[in-house]
């Protein structure tokens, strides 16, 4: 068990917080609970610009990137694709 390996100290601290009761609670329980949440998800930002550019090297290579970088979100995308000519 996790607790047994702890040094006296860190026992004692674990004893004076809320994880025995948790850990209690979790051991008596049957895995019949629902647990009840609720999140309000919403963006920061509503937009954000993409700026990009796609090179073709010959008839099998291309390099294609894209850069978010107005707003709260960042983002980066580096593509290289090859076409099978058949």
Known sequence: MW??????VKQ??????AIPDIVDRIDQADGSSIIKYGMD???LEDWNGIFGAQFQYNKRWQLRTEWGLIGDRKSALVSLNYRFLL
Do not use: E
């Open 3 to 8: 607790y047994a390996g702890l040094t006296p």
């Open 41 to 43: 998800k919403q963006v």
């Open 12 to 17: 004692a601290a674990v004893d004076a917080s």
